[in-house]
């Protein structure tokens, strides 16, 4: 399996990228998706000491020191299952941003009640075996916690399940990582991306018909038989057409969706895919919307592609859309990526891993007593509208979208792209409750 199907499965995270992951108050009109490091006033004031007032603004801002702090205690040793260095695809900016944000945490917030937290990352890969071992590793250390990152396979889960250690965060791929009562997912995955086009197809488009083209791969196929049902039951005509996930032509498929003269066109692939897709639906001349996975929004994609094959493309993203003044959440990624990043270039799906990892020190600051698997997994299960780091409030209660009980965020938001711009479209999706009502 190429980068694509993997990411394809991904869909980057839906996270879009850094550069429009900005939230919590009024959005912009619009917002360039090309921000790189130190591009914003508010990133550059977060530098040196000054990153401690930005972070009092943020989500963690109830545990942040009034100056720097060391934290010098015992280790809090948590895992990381990642897949990396391969040839089927490496995520390594997945675990750059976890450690950057480790970094931080232990330099300058003082850690967890004075005690560094350490994560070791294990690569799976690109194998089922490798995924199982990892799950292992972490049963033997006796974690407390695991963080995800990419993992196709997700037999780590299931080793981590069977010991009763959570899983958290992550790019939600496997049916292990969004079903497993241990996983905890503050990402709506290629589900929350398929049920938000088709709602907005059907609701604010009126499309009569519609067809979804997407790779053969489980979680992707089963999130466009989700969007499937979504429009069939407001009366739309929904038409899939799959291709095989390994393919790097989706001619094909495009050419098929497009016989049937459909309003809208959903394009569930990702990575090379994305150029695809544009380049298809341009030569096509379909006068039809066009929804592309938030993956397809990057910079190194949209500019290759031009603004010709962009314009009108509706994205999904987890967050706002350009907000004045920015997110604090979003300032303070930005500027810790730029200080403890080594490089690491803060548009990228990092934002999601950091997200995880932001979210879980907020729960480990709020135990009262020892930080085990299970006083973690409980603290979890008692989060109802709790604030996550750069993205819409969470509840781990299970329920938040049927048949998937790890998702405590599936809630996505929709962007529209004209001039390599991108302008935001309504309110949060609440996917969960469409496919409830579906």
């Not at 619009?30 to 990153?51: N, P």
């Not at 109830?62 to 809090?76: D, L, M, R």
């Not at 991306?193 to 088709?198: D, E, G, I, R, T």
Request: net charge negative; charged share 20%.
């Amino acid at each position: 399996m190429r980068r694509t199907a993997i990411l394809g499965a991904a869909l980057a995270a839906t996270a879009l990228t850094a550069g429009v992951l900005s939230g919590c108050s009024e959005p912009e009109p619009a917002q360039k998706t090309g921000m790189s490091k130190r591009t914003t006033a508010a990133a550059d004031a977060c530098e040196g000491a000054a990153l401690l007032t930005c972070a009092e603004d943020s989500t963690i801002g109830e545990y942040v020191p009034s100056k720097p702090t060391k934290a010098t205690g015992e280790p809090i040793r948590l895992g990381m299952i990642n897949q990396e260095n391969t040839a089927a695809g490496s995520y390594p900016e997945l675990s750059q941003a976890v450690q950057a944000g480790v970094e931080f945490i232990n330099t300058e917030l003082g850690g967890v009640d004075g005690r560094p937290i350490e994560v070791d990352v294990c690569n799976t890969e690109f194998s089922a075996e490798g995924s199982t071992s990892c799950g292992q590793k972490y049963v033997e250390a006796e974690a407390p916690a695991v963080l995800g990152g990419i993992d196709v396979f997700g037999n780590g889960i299931e080793t981590l399940a069977d010991n009763g250690i959570p899983y958290i965060g992550g790019i939600p791929i496997s049916f292990q990582s969004v079903k497993s009562p241990n996983s905890f997912q503050w990402s709506g995955g290629t589900w929350g991306a398929a049920v938000a086009f088709s709602w907005y197809a059907a609701e604010e488009l009126n499309a009569k018909k519609v067809s979804i083209v997407y790779g053969e791969f489980g979680s992707i196929t089963h999130s466009a038989e989700e969007a499937q049902k979504v429009l069939e039951r407001r009366d739309v005509e929904a038409q899939l057409v799959p291709y095989p996930i390994m393919a790097t032509d989706i001619s094909s498929a495009l050419n098929a969706a497009a016989a049937t003269k459909p309003d809208a066109l959903l394009v569930l692939a990702a990575d090379s895919g994305c150029k695809a897709g544009f380049d298809g639906v341009a030569s096509l001349g379909l006068d039809a919307t066009t929804f592309y996975v938030g993956a397809c929004a990057a910079p190194t994609i949209t500019n290759e592609v031009g603004t010709a094959k962009t314009n009108g493309a509706i994205f999904n993203v987890e967050g706002p859309v350009g907000t004045k003044p920015p997110d604090p959440d979003f300032v303070l990624y930005t500027a810790v990526i730029d200080k403890y990043g080594d490089g690491l270039d803060p548009v990228g799906a990092g934002t999601v891993s950091f997200r995880s990892l932001m979210n879980l020190y907020v729960i480990l600051n709020q135990l009262d007593g020892d930080i085990t698997p299970e006083s973690i997994t409980k603290a979890l299960r008692s989060q109802v509208d709790a604030p996550s780091f750069s993205g819409h409030p969470y509840t781990c209660d299970g329920d938040q979208y049927p048949g998937l009980p790890a998702m405590c965020s599936p809630q996505q938001i929709l962007a529209q792209m004209d001039d390599g711009t991108l302008s935001q479209l309504g309110d949060w999706i609440d996917v969960g409750q469409i496919v409830k009502d579906s």
